[in-house]
């Protein structure tokens, strides 16, 4: 069964200095990984994902992410921070079968200090 | 394009009262459908999923239960409410068939607080 770890439910950064949010995944099948943003009380966006091919995913709003197999990890960053990247993200982890609802991290909170 | 409706925004129900959310999406068919709650500071806690109409999963057994009479329509309903059911209420959807990589797609949410 795969699982995502978040590490640190709660991340602040100075505005315009680097973002990285931690994802540690655990799977018995090569993974499909995917970071979503959430705003207060909206509901959850794509940021990117990462299914297969080329290991370094860029999305939206100037964020990244990079699959290591080796590390099991998944890290999102972005080189320089926003006022508006605060929000909460989450990484989840898919199986890749048909029908198989995805699995969140606990999700980890951005402040930026202006 | 697809898009996804919640109903109500926000709400708020004495502890023991009945409940009903509705999401509905637009769009597409045959759409796999999810409930998801988010309790303060617990992340995201899936309730129910379903891959069509009648079928439903149960993630987690309590007072909750999901149905879905339409193809498009997923309910969520309690008969008597419970402090602990206060929270964020997502519901989500991802494509049935085609690519074996099911993003799923998020509703706004409702806010529900039980008093």
């Known amino acids: 069964a795969q699982s995502v770890t978040q590490l640190g439910s709660h991340v602040s950064v100075s505005e315009g200095a680097l973002v990285l949010l931690r994802c540690n995944y655990s799977?018995?099948?090569?993974?499909?990984l995917f970071w979503y943003v959430q705003y207060p009380n909206q509901g959850l966006q794509l940021l990117l994902k990462?299914?297969?091919?080329?290991?370094l995913v860029k999305g939206i709003n100037g964020f990244e992410a990079e699959f290591k197999k080796s590390e099991t990890s998944f890290h999102l960053t972005k080189p320089s921070a926003h006022m508006s990247d605060a929000a909460e993200y989450f990484c989840a982890v898919s199986d890749g079968l048909r029908n198989t609802p995805l699995v969140f991290g606990k999700g980890t909170r951005l402040s930026v200090i202006a | 394009s697809q898009t996804i409706h919640q109903w109500p925004a926000t709400l708020v129900q004495p502890v023991g009262s009945p409940l009903s959310l509705e999401c509905t999406v637009e769009g597409t068919s045959n759409p796999n459908l999810y409930w998801y709650r988010q309790a303060a500071g617990r992340g995201l806690q899936l309730l129910f999923y379903?891959?069509?109409?009648?079928?439903i999963s149960s993630e987690v057994p309590q007072n909750l239960s999901a149905s879905r009479p339409q193809d498009r329509q997923f309910i969520l309903s309690s008969k008597k409410l419970l402090l602990s059911d206060s929270g964020f209420y997502l519901c989500a959807w991802s494509d049935h068939v085609g690519t074996a990589i099911d993003e799923q797609y998020f509703g706004p949410g409702t806010r529900l607080t039980v008093t």
């Open positions: 379903s891959v069509g109409i009648g079928q």
């Open positions: 799977s018995s099948v090569p993974p499909y």
């Open positions: 990462y299914t297969t091919g080329a290991t």
